[in-house]
């Protein structure tokens, strides 16, 4: 059973370029986590979703950063006209639904790490 | 304001010399309490979820153990394959709270032959 899939596993952009960063869950699971891991710091939420749906995106900056999950194929979390700033590692997780018991742990994929020269 | 603080921040070891590390947390509600491994470079990964106070979950060397204000992860006679970053978080209940995780800094681990 393969693990939760982001790609790519590296970007580099330049300033004011868009960065498109692409995750697919465990198998069977409809629920996806972004995280954001800036250098020297903790994991930090950005956004929930299900499919079609965004379920709490209150830790995303408001400007610039957009995320969806489509009924077919990955969740993506797009960044635009990206700054020095935005370098970090990013974290897609996902799980089995989003209740106590277990079902709710979260599943981390390796992470993509973009750097913005 | 919900928070996990983790200590130590870093914790060198002798190969089978036995610790602990701490997970404290002052939240509103807590649904969830997750165990974390992150390799340099990888992606977390789960070790284990404790939901209440005197629950216990044991694997291999790791044992971690829960009360009402803080979270241990007990390392047994760890081994150089041990040493990583391990990382704390909780999950919480009400309004707002979907299950999104608020993680702790984290405590690097480094085990020495």
């Known amino acids: 059973n393969a693990g939760v899939m982001q790609n790519p596993r590296h970007l580099v952009r330049r300033r004011g370029q868009e960065a498109r960063l692409r995750c697919s869950p465990m198998?069977?699971?409809?629920?996806v986590y972004w995280y954001r891991q800036l250098p020297e710091e903790g994991l930090k939420f950005m956004v929930y979703?299900?499919?079609?749906?965004?379920?709490?995106e209150s830790g995303m900056p408001k400007e610039r950063f957009s995320a969806e999950f489509p009924k077919e194929g990955p969740s993506i979390l797009r960044i635009q006209q990206v700054v020095r700033g935005d370098s970090a590692a990013y974290f897609c997780?996902?799980?089995?639904?989003?209740?106590?018991?277990?079902?709710?742990?979260?599943?981390f994929g390796p992470g993509t790490r973009l750097t913005v020269l | 304001e919900d928070q996990v603080t983790q200590s130590p921040e870093a914790l060198r070891l002798q190969e089978g010399e036995s610790s602990s590390l701490n997970c404290s947390y002052t939240v509103s509600g807590l649904r969830g309490l997750f165990w974390y491994r992150q390799d340099p470079g990888k992606g977390p990964e789960f070790l284990f979820t404790l939901y209440s106070a005197g629950e216990e979950k044991e694997k291999e060397r790791l044992k971690a153990t829960i009360t009402k204000k803080e979270s241990f992860l007990h390392i047994t006679a760890p081994k150089p394959e041990d040493s990583a970053t391990y990382l704390c978080?909780?999950?919480?209940?009400?309004?707002?709270?979907?299950?999104?995780?608020?993680f702790g800094q984290g405590t690097t681990l480094q085990v020495k032959p």
């Open positions: 978080a909780v999950s919480l209940y009400g309004s707002g709270n979907t299950g999104k995780l608020i």
């Open positions: 198998k069977g699971h409809s629920h």
């Open positions: 979703l299900q499919k079609e749906n965004i379920i709490d």
């Open positions: 997780a996902s799980s089995l639904q989003a209740g106590r018991g277990g079902a709710d742990t979260q599943y």
